[in-house]
């Protein structure tokens, strides 16, 4: 089964062509990160408007790369949320009309299950059930998952997401947007136990596997006023700390989650999951403790529209159709 996904959640473009939710013909993206860099974040109404001129390239090389011609595509699936409203009707609408004018099928995805479903693009895949951390700039959340489209939600952020918390601290410190790259590059040149930031750990029953950033970001800040300094050397130890603080947490709530729901699997999703420094550690303490890690490479961690075409398989596969009434929602419904 040829699938066309489409994603356009954010400030990426993307498109991609997927055989059997398992093997990439092609995959697209256009990025808008240069037009809202001036800004220090996404702005919406620009995204929509740079969405609406990328779609119809973005598409047409994704179906010319895949060699395949839209007579031989099975179906269309398409991020339908969570996300911003007008970057989602984009895409949304735009595989609506492709696939009634061409008699396809089609299908509304959740972006986060598509996240972590992109684990199945690469080798080597896990089997079910296994425990998964989706960690992007929007969303921290940690899901026991026993199949391709059966997910439980165990704990997820209180305030900010882990990638929010990356990027706002990379503001502050004048490192530009988006920020996870820029401090997951320079905290090599820190020591991450020189600044020691808090760790919230939020302990106990209804918040063992919660996650809170927003308290270590104003630490940071609080830090920075306190301790003025320059140089690359003070802000390399800064960010070290920071980093370290993050990446403490997510690991020990992966790695205890794994172990709390006797899953010998942990699967680590979304775009901080290119983080260089949690890939290795996740790889080393998950072996430690007797788990097997399974991360994406890094460029199917960021959005693309191949994690969106491989989870739409399943839905088709099983039946699961939308209609020309369904529309698009911005937050998060399971
Ligand atoms: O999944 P994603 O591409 O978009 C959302 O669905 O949110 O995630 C984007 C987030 C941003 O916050 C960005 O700063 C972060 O992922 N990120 C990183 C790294 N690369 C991207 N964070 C830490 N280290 C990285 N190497
Ligand atoms: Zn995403």
Known sequence: ????????????????????????????IASQVADHHPYGGVVPELASRKHMEAIVPVVAQALREADIPGDQLDGVAVTRGPGLIGSLLVGFMFAKAYAYARGLPWVGVNHLEAHINSVFLAEPCPRFPFVALLVSGGHT??????GHTALELL???????????????AKLLGLGYPGGRAIDEMSREGDPQRIKFPRAMLKGPKAEFDFSFSGLKTSVRRYVETHPGEGRQWMAHIVAGFQEAVLDVLLHKLLEAGKSRQCKR?????????????????????AAQGLQAFIPPIELCGDNAAMIAGTGFYYLQAGHTAGLGDDVFSRNRF
């Open 1 to 28: 089964m040829n699938i066309l996904g489409i994603e356009s959640s954010c400030d990426e473009t993307a498109a991609a062509v997927v055989s059997d939710g398992a093997t990439i013909r092609s995959s697209v």
């Open 141 to 146: 959340s940690l899901y026991h998952v026993t």
């Open 266 to 286: 942990v699967v680590l999703a979304g775009g901080v999951a290119a983080n260089s420094r949690l890939r290795a550690r996740l790889r080393e303490e998950a």
């Open 155 to 169: 704990g997820q952020t209180r305030d900010d997401a882990a990638g929010e918390a990356f990027d706002k601290v």
